[in-house]
C-alpha cells in the first residue's frame, strides 16, 4: 500500500535515506511512517509537509 506520505515523497523526487535525513529521522521511522504501520508526530508531519511542498492535509489524506 502506497501511502501519501511516499507518494509525496516521490513526487518531491527524494530517496528515501535522503528524505529522513533532511527532515531528521531515522530511515528506518520513515520507512515505518510511509508503510502505515506508525504514525508521524505533529513535529514530524509538519517537516514532512514543508520539504515536500505540499500541505499537512494532502499528507493526512484530508479532502475538502
Do not use: N
Not at 515523497?9 to 535522503?18: F, P
Not at 508531519?45 to 515536500?52: G, S
Amino acid at each position: 500500500m502506497t501511502t501519501t506520505y511516499r507518494k509525496a515523497r516521490l513526487r518531491a523526487k527524494l530517496k528515501l535515506a535522503d528524505a529522513s535525513e533532511i527532515i531528521g529521522i531515522d530511515e528506518k521511522d520513515l520507512g515505518r511512517i510511509e508503510k502505515g504501520i506508525v504514525k508521524p508526530s505533529l513535529f514530524i508531519l509538519k517537516r514532512m509537509a514543508y520539504k515536500y511542498r505540499v500541505t499537512t492535509d494532502y499528507l493526512l489524506g484530508v479532502q475538502l
